[in-house]
């Protein structure tokens, strides 16, 4: 299990030109997106790296849900400028179109497939050397500055896959909740929500000890491992803070005290699900973000539609906690205490139904659109997003319980609405 | 913050020899001491690297709490295999000892003075490259394998110091629980103890945002941070389990679930004290090893006096934590709610009476030594055990309270007798 660097603290975003200085950087490449290249975040580093006379050149060109395309184009950029160091301020999918950038330009003769996961791409392992990655994540959500993880949608297939490589984990995470005050209300429920699931499903993951087939040489080991001792601490730890600070965080721009702690939740639970995995609501999610139609959620300030990342996830989380409930009841019960049900008449048969219950209970409070239907998806459908789950076998062969393609169109249909 | 690479569960030491051939190890340098040279975990070493067939020689001179005449043994011996790589089998004074050997090993025009901490040594950051190092705890105590950190006693100033820096954390931690089935009942609490000690101190630390000076620059700051929110996690999960396992461990050798949970613990611990640091009861305890007179502990297999780190750590801890509980009785409060104690009608004010009587009750049950006094001290002592403590000051200004000279005297003079 391993686990990144990560410097925490309210304004440490004014050090990171001296960090940069101390890399001995001479060419840095600074990436983020148009939204935000206008706003503070991005101020701050600028205003750093000014002040320390680093050399860089901004990319603010990233997608927002990135694709194969908009990856390509991050990749070309970087592979001109020769760049000795990277920094990425943004949410994920600035993040993670950085480390593309990174690996790509580090590895310039490899085909973009040549990294991307299997059964998708060839899954190759990273043997080259990547420069140094600062990332500063803006959103409270994906935990991508700990995770060796790259998601983009692969628009021919319509389908959402990534790269997975403990070489792409940020060298160095920081984390300044300042950061978080500008985001509007829906960005911090979506990604706090990715939150909510990361947890969820990296605490009810296969055990690391039932996973196979068990590569018997540790270097075959996959970055995601099932739970294991480990990864149950950050995602306890985790849910505990979305069960306390999420809402608030959401309701109240002004309360530091929650935004700061969910951005440190969102680290907490990407350090555990970037060991132990997640499962079906993530696996799941790629195609419904995949196949998204015409829906333009609120306060993304893009122009294209999208099905923001952490609704992808957490609109098939009551079905799929129902569903996987079956083999560790007890931890799906503990997961609904800590969320706020009563647990005191409960009977441990229940768990998921309770958990599930839970859940809707949460989601509704917070306005969440009522299910998969109010997305723009109906029964006619659901073949296509299982299809476009199936290839997902890297995280979905992490759900404790197995499932046939019927299943996941029971779990799609039970999604489509919540309330 | 940064955190080891760490492998866990029943058996994966049988992988070590893949790990090494991984590494591209063809010349490794194997680490223990002579009790542990006949006991089981080394011996599932051995048969690792036999069926892998790693070439290695073996050093089992490594002296439990060593000096600095052991760490130059084991120095020459190191300078001498010009080893590629270095497995550590043992607690933290085989782990310390490889640390050390690794480091001069790969720094060969360095005096021994230059790496080892400010003021007693120069204190220098290291900057050469050092060789793999493959950690095996089998002692449930120090979490060394997650650390940067080698102690050792001066002899010649009666004093312990150490080296502190990243760059001797070992490259993989394997916490392999069936190796602390060997140890026997004192060697299970002491080292205990050091687990309960590094959780208390590191979660009463004074906290990352008050420590000063604050290196502007991110590359000059110490390992030891002060207390924050990364490093609580680790330190109240390490607590609670030490409350709920650690007499278990210690009373029953057959029980391999508290054992496997505490050594875990020690390695939580570890990750959290790595990071946010020690304070009182380690600045204090370096004078009380350092001093020993004829103490020779049941169940160490060693023919020289010494104290074991552990109890030289938690004999002092009622009176520290009476102390420092002044300045976070909440955080006091809580761990004593952790340890056991009804704080349903507490006042915040008794803090610290209440967690030392926790701790008192604590060690009274687990037939610990009555204090200072009963390990061989008088009064007398009392002006060198401070004077063996004021060039503590990396850990002791860590302490929450700032502490004078007739502060330590009393602190020492109140754990000359616990119950
Ligand atoms: N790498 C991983 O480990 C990992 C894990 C989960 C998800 N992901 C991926 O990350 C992406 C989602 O990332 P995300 O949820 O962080 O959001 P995002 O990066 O997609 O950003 C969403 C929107 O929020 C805006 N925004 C971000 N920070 C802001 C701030 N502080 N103030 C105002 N606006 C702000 C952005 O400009 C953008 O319009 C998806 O592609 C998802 O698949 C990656
Ligand atoms: N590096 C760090 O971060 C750190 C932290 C705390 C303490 N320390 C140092 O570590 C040393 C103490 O280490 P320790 O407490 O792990 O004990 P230790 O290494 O000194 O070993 C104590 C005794 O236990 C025996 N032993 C160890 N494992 C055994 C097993 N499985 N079965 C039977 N016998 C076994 C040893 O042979 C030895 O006789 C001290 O020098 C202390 O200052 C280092
Ligand atoms: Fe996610
Ligand atoms: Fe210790």
């Known amino acids: 299990m391993a686990i990144s660097n990560i410097r925490y603290g309210e304004g440490v975003t004014k050090e990171i030109g001296m960090d940069l200085q101390n890399l001995g950087a001479r060419r840095v490449c600074l990436m983020t997106d148009k939204n935000l290249s206008q706003l503070p975040p991005v101020n701050a580093v600028l205003n750093s790296l000014a002040k320390y006379g680093v050399n860089f050149q901004m990319y603010d060109n990233v997608r ?24 990425a301020v943004g949410g994920g999918s600035v993040i993670d179109t950085c480390k593309a950038a990174n690996l790509y330009a580090s590895s310039p003769a490899s085909d973009f497939l040549d990294y991307v996961n299997a059964p998708i791409g060839k ?12 990332a500063v994540p803006t959103t409270a959500g994906t935990g991508s500055e700990t995770t ?22 940020p060298t ?16 911090v429920a979506n990604s706090g929500f990715d939150v909510l699931c990361h947890a969820l499903e990296s605490y009810t993951a296969l055990p690391y000890n039932m996973r196979s087939p068990c590569p018997s040489n540790p270097i075959n080991r996959p970055a995601y491992q099932g739970s294991n001792p480990i990864s149950d601490v950050w995602a306890l730890h985790a ?21 700061a702690n969910m951005h440190l939740a969102s680290a907490f ?28 959620p ?99 062969k992490l759900s404790p319980r197995p499932q046939t393609e019927d299943d996941l169109s029971a779990l799609f249909e039970a999604s489509m609405k919540l309330y």
Chains 1, 2 share one sequence.
């Open 64 to 87: 927002v849900e990135p694709t194969d395309q908009s990856f390509l184009d991050a990749i070309k950029f970087a592979k001109k400028g020769e760049f000795d160091a990277y920094v």
């Open 123 to 134: 899954g190759k392992p990273v043997t080259v050397p990547l420069k140094p990655l600062i």
């Open 148 to 169: 060796g993880v790259a998601i983009f949608d692969f628009k021919e297939l319509k389908v959402k896959t990534g790269i997975a490589s403990r070489a792409i984990k």
């Open 172 to 187: 160095l995470g920081i984390i300044d909740p300042l950061h978080t005050l500008s985001m509007p209300e829906r960005i």
């Open 239 to 259: 849910l505990r803070i979305v069960a306390k600070y999420l809402k608030r965080a959401i309701r109240n721009p002004e309360d530091r005290e929650a935004r």
């Open 269 to 296: 639970a990407g350090i555990g699900f970037g060991n132990a995995g997640v499962h079906l609501c993530h696996g799941m999610s790629y195609p419904i973000s995949g196949l998204v139609k015409t829906y333009k």
């Open 298 to 396: 609120k306060d993304y300030n893009v122009d294209h539609s999208l099905v923001p990342h952490g609704l992808s996830v957490v609109l098939t989380s009551p079905a799929v906690f129902a569903f996987t409930a079956q083999i560790h009841p007890e931890r799906h019960l503990e997961a609904a205490e800590i969320l706020g049900a009563d647990i005191r008449t409960a009977r441990i048969k229940d768990a998921g139904f309770i958990l599930a219950d839970t859940l809707r209970k949460f989601l509704f409070d917070l306005n969440v659109d009522d299910g998969l239907a109010a997305i723009g998806y109906s029964k006619a459908d659901i073949p296509a997003l299982v299809k476009g789950t199936l290839p997902q076998e890297r995280v979905t």
